[in-house]
């Protein structure tokens, strides 16, 4: 069974067992990571959306120990082989690409890449048959509604901060046209001003009859049916 293990902001380690990856691996500095260091996971996988510092975070360190393969932008993906990463996945939107696990799209995201001349994107996952959506760092857009016809989305992983990413009322548009499931709120509340209340996100979702909503606390672990 998949399970999913939130670390704060906007990195998660998904897992079944066999195949483990983790998005957006932001560690050191991050207040979400409790315990764990770059060295302490083991993952064979390693997702990154774009290359600002609370994103790209202990790519590099991770890949090395785990030696793991790193799936980003070809920007991204370059840079990280600069510093050192040997497997490397490219990619960019709209590409699809299979993996031991099943296949990953890369989609769209209205964000800096971090990166001269890239640009950010998040993912789509089909992984052991379960559909999840990681935004990544977005304001919203109206192709949401397009990804929510080509792929079927069981869990989305949506920021909700605002300032640098969509809002609580954006995001909840955003839940609208993907049609996922259960969402999962991220990218919050890691400083002053990404403040955000996700209960009253999970009402207003909830309230609208649009998905299941799970508020996860750093640490927490959820299983994915």
Not at 17 to 37: K, M, V
Not at 59 to 74: D, G, R, W
Not at 102 to 128: I, K, S
């Amino acid at each position: 069974m998949a399970k999913l293990l939130y670390l704060g902001h906007s990195c998660f380690i998904l897992s079944n067992g066999g195949d483990s990856l983790i998005f957006d691996p932001y560690i050191n500095g991050n207040p979400g990571a409790g315990e764990h260091t770059p060295l302490s996971l083991e993952v064979n996988y390693v997702l990154v959306s774009h290359a600002h510092g609370d994103h790209l975070g202990d790519a590099v360190e991770i890949c090395q120990h785990n030696n793991a393969i790193l799936i980003s932008t070809f920007e991204v993906g370059n840079l990280c082989r600069s510093q050192g990463v040997s497997r490397i996945h490219t990619g960019h939107i709209g590409g699809r690409a299979n993996f031991p696990f099943g296949y990953l799209r890369f989609t769209p995201a209205l964000h800096g890449a971090g990166v001269a001349g890239g640009l950010a994107c998040g993912f789509y996952l089909n992984f052991h048959q379960v559909g999840i959506y990681f935004a990544g760092d977005t304001g919203l857009f109206s192709d949401m509604a397009l990804l929510a016809q080509l792929e079927h989305i069981d869990y989305a992983l949506l920021p909700i901060g605002d300032n640098y990413t969509m809002g609580h009322s954006d995001a909840v548009l955003a839940v609208e046209m993907l049609q996922p499931r259960v969402v999962i709120p991220m990218h919050y509340n890691t400083n002053e001003l990404i403040i955000q209340d996700p209960h009253l996100f999970k009402a207003d979702v909830e309230a609208k009859g649009l998905s299941q909503v799970e508020v996860m606390k750093p640490g927490q672990e959820l299983e994915l049916k």
